[in-house]
């Protein structure tokens, strides 16, 4: 049994008892080393401590779980006195789940917190499957930093998510009896994302037929507004808002690496799955051949192979920092240091998402992607006589006019494509 025999194993035990309790020795046993060096090397294979994975694995079940729950509101009772701690009461999912500050809540000095202060940070739940339904809040002169609010909403929420989790049974017994989903084969085309009017004409006049500009819903999104047609979607509550009304595709921040990632997200309705982008080719394959495995046939897939890669997204806007707000309405701006240039895109809401300060370009690879049904070209800071020449290359590489190399070491970046693991 080679080294990734040996992983494989030892993977298919946390997958199989993730509903009840896992030992770390037997997890080594399957791995043929001890549990000190396997818990050591899992972090350097996975980028999380072995902990940590098995805790979000558990989550994603459970959210997986509780899209079909029908209980998904929440009803939350607050007690904030001046002096003691804060404590909530929260019902969710047929369960119970008391939280309990560490800090204690000083007296409101001009403003205590109000109701509508409470009801409005608990509302924030558009990224869950949960509803905020009735609050119970007695005013009684007390101060609760909107921090600490957003910290109890956050554990509530978990809080519940496990309580559902650690009622169920074995989950292995009924993913043996799944139902099968599989899509027919397609020939490879062209997709696009863009982020303004002028790339979108480009890639209409380009011949794209499916671009993400108005319809995409992004993962930090606060706010669900009615939308029409098929729509892309980054994150699990646009999902559960939208999947009765609208067709949608999965987007890359969802992070699916594996073929389950794949089946359950088909199961919610994804008319195609967005990979991450940390996948490399040998785990693509791999994918693919797990769920044909599974499912007597195939996948279908969409691959980002070209655009700036977000690095990070936040609710900062720099350009209101330095008095210019809106500025960003009619320029761009990026960040620099002694690492390179990095741009910035604004979003409507004014939250702002760091780029790499590299170009991915998978285009020279597009003739030996097999597969993948849609291939995704991301527009952010690109102008509509680049956008052209990208769509007018990808064109070249995909129908194999195109043979000369379009790769430039200096602005490029192949990401974790040709990486191998060690």
Known sequence: MDWLDRMISAMEYIEANLADNISYDEIAQRACCSTYHFQRMFPYITGVSLSEYIRRRRLTLAAFELQTTNAKVIDIRVYACPDSKLFIDAEGLGFNYSYESEEILGEAINNPTTKDQVIKQFSRLNDTIFELNHVEYEECNAFIPAKLLNAARRDIVLGLY?????????????????????????????????????QYDACVSCGIKEIYFKNVVRRNQIDYKEKEGQLLIGGYGGIYHYRETNPFVTDYSLNVVNATSCYELYKLGAKRVTLSYELNKSQIEDLMNAYYEENDGYPALEMIVYGRVPLMFTKYCPMKKMNQCRICKTKSYELKDEHGSFPIISHNDCTTTLLNGKTLNLLDELPNIKGIEALRLNFTVESKEQVVKVINMASGKLNGSMKNAVFNQETDTRGHFNKEIV
Do not use: G, H
């Not at 084969?185 to 009017?197: M, W």
């Open 162 to 198: 496990d309580l559902k989790l650690n009622s169920q049974k074995k989950r292995t017994k009924a993913l043996e009896a799944k139902e099968k989903i599989s899509f027919a084969p397609e020939e490879p085309y062209l997709t696009a994302s863009v982020t303004t009017k002028e």
